[in-house]
């Protein structure tokens, strides 16, 4: 099976910063995209930022210029810096990660618990 982790969530101002991690762990032969997604109290499940295996990255524009998504392969992990949070910013984060279990096989999506995210004075 394969397991993520995060961690990192809180309570923060505004204009404040958290960094959220997230590991990868079980059974792993490569991951392809990580991603962080959130939902906030009464609003779907939206997608912030995600990154390649080759390091590319894309972000929703909310957040753009004050989010940034980094991994480490080595460490099968994928983090989320987050800076000049807003309240609007306050929601669950979500941790998602494409796995290959097997050499031969498909990616399979697997999620992480969430993290609480709460941005407020």
């Known amino acids: 099976q394969v397991q993520l982790v995060e961690s990192g969530g809180g309570l923060v101002q505004p204009g404040g910063s958290l960094r959220l991690s997230c590991e990868v762990s079980?059974?792993?032969?490569?991951?392809?995209?990580m991603a962080w997604y959130r939902r906030a109290p009464g609003k779907e499940r939206e997608l912030v930022a995600d990154?390649?295996?080759?390091?590319?990255?894309s972000y929703a524009d909310s957040v753009k210029g004050r989010f940034t998504i980094s991994r480490d392969n080595a460490k099968n992990t994928v983090y989320l810096q987050m800076n000049s949070l807003k309240p609007e910013d306050t929601a669950v984060y979500y941790c998602?990660?494409?796995?290959?279990?097997?050499?031969?096989?498909?990616?399979?999506?697997?999620w992480g618990q969430g993290t609480q995210v709460t941005v407020s004075s």
């Open positions: 079980g059974n792993i032969f490569s991951i392809y995209g």
């Open positions: 990154c390649t295996s080759e390091g590319s990255t």
């Open positions: 998602n990660a494409a796995v290959v279990t097997a050499k031969g096989y498909y990616s399979a999506d697997y």
